[in-house]
């Protein structure tokens, strides 16, 4: 089993930052990538941006060139850095950690983000 616990959501303006952080805990050394989600009222649960164990990273159009995700495998933490917010990046964002084999996503509790225009 994995744990994962996420902090650093809140309240923003538009054009403002904000770094949400993930801590993972229990059996981490068979996690091949973590990630983040977000979902918005009344909308499907989306990918954010990934990063696997090798440090290869992807993210979803909406974000390229704000977000950056990244990893600190010492303190087993995976952040995302949001820059240049804006009120459509308003949603929960969850952590996620995944197994390919067999494949096994766990997940954090979701902390909210909301950025104001």
């Known amino acids: 089993q994995v744990q994962l616990v996420e902090s650093g959501g809140g309240l923003v303006q538009a054009g403002g930052s904000l770094r949400l952080s993930c801590a993972a805990s229990g059996s981490i050394f068979s996690i091949n990538a973590m990630g983040w989600y977000r979902q918005a009222p009344g909308k499907q649960r989306e990918l954010v941006a990934s990063i696997t164990s090798g440090g290869s990273t992807n993210y979803a159009d909406s974000v390229k060139g704000r977000f950056t995700i990244s990893r600190d495998n010492a303190k087993n933490t995976v952040y995302l850095q949001m820059n240049s917010l804006k009120p459509e990046d308003t949603a929960v964002y969850y952590c996620?950690?995944?197994?390919?084999?067999?494949?096994?996503?766990?997940w954090g509790q979701g902390t909210q983000v909301t950025v104001s225009s």
């Open positions: 996620n950690a995944e197994k390919y084999f067999p494949n096994t996503h766990y």
